[in-house]
Structures are given as C-alpha cells and as structure tokens.
C-alpha cells in the first residue's frame, strides 16, 4: 500500500469507549447516555459486573480476559473478551439475533487500562475491519480525583488516553476540588476536551460527536479564578505532587517535516520509551502535502494517520503534543530535530 | 500496528509508506522504500549497522560481523538491532543526535 494515511473508517461501527476509575461514574454517564433518543440503536458493551439499569435493546456483559503476545509489551495485547464479544455482536446481528445497531459503547473496569482495548480495535484482524475507534471519554471524580491519580497508575493512563474528560459529582465537591481536578485534567492531558457532567447533560452529541483531529492550543496553564484562593492552590498543590512526573508538552516545528523522517523518529522513541510516553497527538505540515496529517498514538500504539481535508487555523506549522511521564521534554524536542532537520520550539501560549 | 515490537497482526505498519503518493507529487513506492534506508540508515550507521531492501517486502539488517535479521518494517529494525548489537537503542542518545546534527 503506498498511501499510509487514506481516508479510513468510512462505512465502519464507530466505538465509544468509557473509562475512569472506579466510581468515578460511569456508569451514570452512560445511563444518561442511553436516555436519548439517538443511542437508541447502540450496543453497550459492559463488564461483568456493570448495570446500566435501563432496558436497552443490546447490552452484553463480558468477563475481562486479556491475552498477552509472547513478544508484546502489555499495552499491546488483544483483548480476547472484546474480541470475542465484538466478533458475536457482528454474528448474531447477522442471525437477525440482535436488533440492527450503528454504534457501539464500551464502558471499561475502573481498573482497565485502556490501551489493550485500543490495541484491540485498532489491530484485531476481523474487529478493525468492522469497527472503528470514534472517542476515549474518561470520568474523573472532582470529589476523589487526588486519591484516584495519585494511588493507581491505571488512572493516569486513563486520563491520558481521553478525546473528552468529563468531570463527575461536581454537584458534590467544592469549587476548589473542582477546579483542582480540572487544573490536573489540563495538565495531564491538555489535548482533550475538558466537561463537566452536570454540562453534558442528555445531549451525546457534545461526547460522541467526531472531535475535529487536531492538536487544542489551548493547553494552557490552569486559570479557574478559584485556584487564585489560598485552598484552590492547596488543593492543586496536593494534585500536583502526585502526577508530578506525568505532563505534557507541545511542540511546534518551523517547517514542513519529512514524514518518513518522523516515521523512524517516532518508531526509535515509542520503542524506547513507550511505556512512559503515554500520549502522542499532532496535526502536521508534512513535505509535499497542502493539507495536514493527524496522527495520534496511546503508549506504543499508533492509529493510522489520516490526512485531513484543511488547517483548522492560520498557523500552518506542525504542532505535537506527548503526554510523558518522566521523560525530559529538552531531550525530545532537540531528538525531534536531530531526526527531522527541522527546527523545533516549545509552544508558548501568549 | 504496534510501534514497539511491530507485530503484524495487521497488513501495514503505520510508518510504511508514504502520505504522499506519486501523484500528489511524492515518492513512488519504490523510492519511498530506498528513502526509508537511507533515513534508517543515518541512525543505524552509528551502532554499525546497515538497513537494506529485501526484495521490496522486507528489510535486511546487517552487521559488521555479518550477522543479519529480515525485518518487516522500520520500526520492527529497532528490536532486531538492539539484538544484534546486544545493547539498547535510544533515541536521546547524545553522540548519536551529534552524529545526526553533523550529518
């Protein structure tokens, strides 16, 4: 194939997939949900404990069972529950068992680490042939989210890995946790979009609709009026010290990229520091091209690049975001332009 | 579609090919193929070791002692090297970003 970046996806089941710690709410979000009237023909994919507690017309419960390749690395294994659950969703739609469905919603363990259910959509031979990735929604807690972030490294990765961040039990915390938890949720994933579940209300739209691939400029240091209280920065404070090592930078380059150059570039830094790269999100002005590819990788796996149709802005510039953890941004940004013979600038948000 | 241990358990890594096909005024597929030697190539080179197209499908990766590893793709020659080399390959690696930035 000479095209790596071709249009896919088109005529595919998009997958929605809902994560975040446990009791994060969930499975609230998803009941609220499944209350529109345009989830009607949705099936939910939900661990075997879940309970969406409404009569949806397809909600399956599946046993976690993960398969690890002999010769991959953890985020790179198939979900052998999701597989076999995705592969008899096809089947008995088929056997007209099941009623017709366009779009699948798969809610995680608060334990999960979402990056084999990824993998698993993206690479499962029958799977990636049906279905296509669409959103990663991640719940955070603004009441608990210090405890969840700071004890389990799944919770991280969650957030990580999030298109949309939805703030849970806003009605139950103070202003301080809640612009806390946002302030963290900026600086840990400044890619995604950040909402408060009390804003999302029944409208999936703001959730499910195609997020416009692009990098968010916006990853600016955390604003809310309340962090300016002496409690606000208390609280960011006690969040801070626990992802102290996860963070992200953006990165802009001055000139069109060599895409093979970055193709071998980012091969060489996923293999050696996958594990703490947790994120890698740009949109760029490769060689020869008028028209932006968007690339986007969780841990070491990497969605095929998709050309996009044109620059969401002015600025024509590439411009990546990594989400890492522990990784020196000096030594990435000038390894980036080693590689690529391009220069490359940390974003300012000015 | 694993960027780490380039497992195939689809048809195309992500970093094979090009986006910009001959009539988009890129590279042919055969052309994009010797590019991605010679870019692989200008990292390999600094642990001694050579990148070459076998048969249009494949990579050969040879070192200096002759040992050699048949590789799928550009990101699976990262594991086959540092096998053969018995030592690991980091792209932050500051003789190597000299070599780059000289060369």
Not at chain 1, 127 to 142: E, G, K, N, S
Not at chain 1, 165 to 178: H, M, S, Y
Not at chain 2, 39 to 59: C, E, F
Not at chain 2, 90 to 100: G, K, V, Y
Request: include cysteine; charge should be neutral; glycine fraction near 8%.
């Amino acid at each position: 194939m000479d095209r790596v970046a071709d249009k896919r996806g088109q005529g595919l089941i998009p997958v929605t997939v809902i994560t975040g710690f446990l009791g994060s709410g969930k499975t609230t979000l998803l009941q609220r949900l499944l209350r529109s009237p345009c989830m009607q023909r949705t099936a939910v994919l939900m661990n075997e404990f879940g309970e969406v507690g409404l009569d949806h017309l397809l909600v399956e419960h599946v046993a976690e069972s993960v398969v690890l390749l002999k010769s991959g690395c953890i985020c790179c294994s198939i979900r052998d529950d999701l597989k076999s659950a995705l592969r008899g969703l096809l089947s008995r739609r088929d056997r007209a068992e099941v009623p017709e469905f366009d779009r699948v919603v798969i809610e995680t363990t608060g334990l999960a680490d979402p990056a084999p259910i990824l993998y698993t959509l993206v690479s499962e031979p029958v799977v990636r042939h049906h279905f296509r990735l669409a959103t990663v929604i991640t719940t955070v807690d603004a009441v608990n989210a210090d405890l969840h972030l700071s004890r389990n490294p799944e919770g991280v990765r969650q957030l990580a890995a999030a298109d949309r961040v939805v703030i849970t039990k806003t009605d139950l915390a103070e202003p301080t946790q809640i612009a806390a938890a946002r302030a963290l949720c900026r600086r840990v994933n400044p890619t995604a979009w950040l909402l408060d579940a009390a804003d999302v209300g029944t409208d999936p739209d703001l959730l499910l609709a195609a997020q416009p691939p692009g990098v968010d400029s916006r990853a600016a240091p955390p604003s809310d009026a309340t962090l300016g209280t002496q409690a606000g920065q208390a609280h960011f404070a006690a969040l801070e010290r626990h992802g102290a090592d996860v963070g992200s930078v953006s990165l802009v380059l001055d000139a069109p990229l060599d895409w093979t150059a970055f193709g071998v570039w980012l091969s060489m830094l996923l293999h050696r520091y996958g594990n703490d790269v947790l994120r890698v999100k740009g949109i760029l002005q490769v060689r020869e091209l008028q028209a932006p590819v968007f690339i986007n990788a969780v841990q070491h796996i990497v969605h095929p690049p998709q050309h996009l149709e044109s620059w969401p802005t002015d600025d024509h510039r590439s411009r990546i975001v990594f989400i890492t953890r522990g990784v020196d941004r000096e030594r990435l940004q000038r390894s980036l332009a080693a590689f690529t013979k391009v220069r490359v600038s940390e974003a300012s948000y000015a | 579609m694993c960027g780490f241990c380039g497992v195939f358990l689809s048809e195309t890594h992500w970093s094979d090919g090009s986006v910009a096909g001959p009539q988009a005024g890129g590279r042919t597929r055969r052309q994009e193929r010797a590019h991605r030697v010679a870019v692989a190539n200008r990292v390999l080179r600094h642990y001694g070791l050579k990148l070459a197209d076998w048969q249009g499908s494949a990579y050969l990766l040879s070192g200096q002692t002759g040992q050699t590893a048949v590789v799928p793709s550009v990101a699976a020659v990262w594991p086959a090297a540092e096998q053969l080399r018995k030592r690991s390959l980091d792209p932050f690696d500051e003789a190597l970003l000299e070599a780059l930035e000289r060369g």
